[in-house]
Each structure stands twice: as C-alpha cells, then as structure tokens.
C-alpha cells in the first residue's frame, strides 16, 4: 500500500517501521491466546510500549498521550503492525476503541479523567457486556434490569458472548432503567467494576477450543450512580456511539488470516485440480475489498466518516475469508484436519473457524445487508412494530 502515500505519510511509515523493528522483535511467531494470563501480561506490555511512543491513540491531542495525527497515521500504523504477532486482539480494543471514545464523547471530565490514561497503557482491560440470550441484532430488547437504590443501581440479568469478561478490569453495560416506556427509550449505559460482588463470570468453550468469550450472570449487583455514563434512559444514544466504533474496527489485517495468493498455492502443492471459476471470483473479491478500501482511506484522509457504507467491508471479508479457507482444507483432504505442526494449514483452520465467529460478531451478514439497503441504497426500512410501545407491552 506505501505507494499510495503522500510524503509525508511515507516519513511516518518509515519511522512507525523503524520503531516497530526495535520494539515488536519478539513478536514474530503467533502467540498461544490460550495461555490467558501470559497473554493477558503480554497485551499489557505491548499497550504500554505503544502508549509510550505515542501510538496508542495516535488521533489524540499531544497533551493527552496521542501525536495530534490523522486517521490516514492510525491506519499505516495498524497496517504496519500486522506484520506482526503482537496481542492487539479484542481484549485490548474493546477498551481503547470502544469502551474509551463512548466515555470520552458521552462522560463527565471526572469519568474521562478516570478511565482514559490507565486504558490507553493497559493498566485496564474491558468488555462489553451488551448482548443477551434474547438481545442481540435486536439489542435494544435488553432484559437486565437496573434499578435505583440511594446513590447505587441494583443490576440483575444475564448477558452472553462477553469476550474476555473472565479477564477484564471493568465492563460496559446497557440495562434497562425503565420497562414503561418504548424499547429503546428505557436503556442506561453503565461502567462496572468486573471485581465487584455479585458477578459470575461462566467461559464458553468454542469450536476451536479456546475459550474466549462468556455467559456473565449478575445478580444483585451495585453499582455507584457515578459510574452511570449519559443521562438516565438516554443508554441506546450512547451506546450507538460504542457499536459505530466496533463495526469501523472489526476487520483488520492480520498475519494470522491467510489470503487467495496462499490459497492458490496450497491447491497447487496438493496436486488437485483447481475450481478455476471460483478461484476468480474470490480473486476478484480481494481485488475489488483492496481497491473498496482505497476509497474508505481517501475518504478517512479528507476527514470524513465512511458510515454505513463501510459494512460492506466486512461483509465481503468475513464470507471470502471463509470460502478461500473452505477451499484450502478441501484440496488438503484429510490433510487438512490435522495441520501437524503446517503452519499454512493452521491459517486455513483458524481462517475457516475465524470467519465463521466474525460473519456474526459486530452486526451479522443479514443486519449488514439490512443496513446497506437502508443507509446506503435508500430502500425502504424494515417494518418495525414495536418501535412506539411501551417494552412492557413487547412479547
Ligand atoms: C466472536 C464473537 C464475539 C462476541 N463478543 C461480544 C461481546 O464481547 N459483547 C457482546 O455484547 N456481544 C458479543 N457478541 C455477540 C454478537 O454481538 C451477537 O452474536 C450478534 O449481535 C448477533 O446476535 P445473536 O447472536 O443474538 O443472534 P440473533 O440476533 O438472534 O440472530 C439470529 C439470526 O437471525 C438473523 N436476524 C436477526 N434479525 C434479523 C433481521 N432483522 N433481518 C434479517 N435477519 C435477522 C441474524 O442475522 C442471525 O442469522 C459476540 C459474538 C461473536 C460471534
């Protein structure tokens, strides 16, 4: 991509490759996610080099930790950083790129005070405690109840798919304050302390074996009302802004998601045959993503925000992912379920298994599609009948 940058975006890569080639070294083999606190003690340290330097909210003010840069800075960083192994997962962006901009956009100077600095060096990792068995694309049929007692909330419910709740310092939290009014009226956003009685955090096992997401069950839990962030009933405004940042940041490059060039050459190492006619079609889709996000950047470059737009990115990337995986393991036969130490082959797995979590994480294929259809092509909204009536009354 360097041959797209202007001057000064060149300076900026060579001296963000410079310092990655002294401080990221020791990232250049995969890290085990499942050995949890070792990966957690490492996400820390990488935040807090990162922060050190700068980099870890480049955008910011100088004043506050950043380097006063541009989002065309943030994206050579991150496209720089992916040539590395580095612990740049959820667990650290739930904090830095959600939970933090929520707080600075809708949180009292004290709040910001409280929580930006230890975020940005690590020192506080978050989740998000949003979906429910029963809210999730629908998040605004949250269940979990808050209710006011003196200066606390009492908080009871159950949320789910929480990723890293089992390690997090604190989490965010939408409940609902009021049932009597429409669904999306009666929603409060909330910071909790995760070390707090009352909290029971519960691993899912996933399909690949790790367990990083949770079942959260909160049972009597208090929570200060000073930790509340916005005005009461006011949670869906604030927690658009967290889900706007997750849906912007949920592809990234990586050295651990494999591409059509690997593909097309574990077909021609297996000596099988090739699907000519579906090899060009995911050839034509990472040619036509590559050249989709030129123009996100260009846009990024003259400060404006993509929107709605921007979900096509993950839409096309989470479904090819799986495909050209799907068609890597197929030509492996059953080489392809047992990798045996084939590092190729260990992309195409966590390929396969990756898109399949990220085709639903941060808005499914179908909430995307609904969402270019409406934003982006202007066709007419979904009918939504319980929109004015109070939650109370919604079966
Ligand atoms: C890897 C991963 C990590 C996650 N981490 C977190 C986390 O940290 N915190 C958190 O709060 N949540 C997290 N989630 C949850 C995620 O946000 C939800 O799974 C997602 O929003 C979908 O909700 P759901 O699973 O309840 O499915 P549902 O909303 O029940 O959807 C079921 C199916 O119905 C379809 N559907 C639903 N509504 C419509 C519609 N209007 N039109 C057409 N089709 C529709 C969906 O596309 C889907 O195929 C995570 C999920 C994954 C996979």
């Not at 590559?290 to 993509?306: A, H, Q, W």
């Amino acid at each position: 991509m360097d041959f797209n940058d202007s001057p000064q975006e060149a300076q900026f890569r060579a001296e963000v490759r410079s310092w990655l080639e002294q401080q990221a070294g020791g990232y250049r083999q995969p890290l085990d996610t499942a050995d949890v606190s070792g990966y957690t003690a490492k996400a820390r340290d990488w935040q807090r080099k990162k922060a050190d330097a700068g980099y870890a909210a480049i955008r910011w003010p100088r004043a506050e930790g950043g380097l006063d840069g541009t989002p065309m800075m943030e994206v050579i960083f991150a496209e720089e950083e992916a040539r590395y192994h580095v612990p740049v997962g959820p667990l650290v962006t739930i904090g830095t790129t959600m939970a933090v901009p929520t707080i600075r956009k809708h949180g009292s100077p004290e709040q910001i005070e409280q929580f930006t600095r230890p975020t940005l060096y690590g020192d506080i990792l978050w989740c998000q405690l949003f979906s429910e068995p029963s809210a999730g694309s629908d998040l605004a049929n949250v269940r979990t109840r808050a209710v006011r007692d003196g200066d606390d909330w009492v908080i009871n419910g159950q949320k789910v798919w929480t990723s890293w709740a089992h390690v997090a310092d604190w989490g965010i939290l939408l409940a609902r304050t009021d049932a009597n009014v429409p669904k999306h009226k009666g929603l409060t956003f909330f910071l909790v302390d995760m070390r707090s009685a009352g909290i029971d955090v519960r691993p899912i096992q996933q399909i690949s074996g790790e367990s990083e997401f949770n079942e959260v069950f909160l049972t009597d839990l208090r929570i200060p009302d000073a930790n509340r962030i916005g005005a009461v009933g006011e949670g869906w405004k604030v927690a658009i802004t967290t889900l706007m940042n997750e849906r912007i940041n949920a592809v990234g490059d990586s050295l651990s998601l494999p591409s059509v060039p690997e593909m097309l050459q574990q077909v021609r190492q297996s000596g099988k045959g090739l699907d000519k006619h579906r090899a060009a079609q995911l050839l034509t889709q990472e040619l036509g993503l590559r050249f989709f996000r030129f123009r996100l950047l260009t846009s990024l470059s003259k400060g404006e925000t993509p929107g709605a737009i921007s979900a096509m990115s993950k839409l096309v990337h989470a479904n090819m992912l799986q495909d050209l995986s799907a068609m890597a393991l197929e030509s492996a036969g059953l080489d392809g379920i047992c990798a045996d130490g084939d590092s190729l082959m260990e992309k195409f797995q966590h390929g396969y298994d990756w898109a399949a979590a990220l085709r639903i994480a941060g808005g499914t294929d179908e909430i995307l599609r609904n969402q270019i259809a409406e934003r982006v092509l202007g066709l007419p909204g979904e009918i939504r009948v319980d929109k004015d009536i109070p939650f109370s009354e919604c079966r």
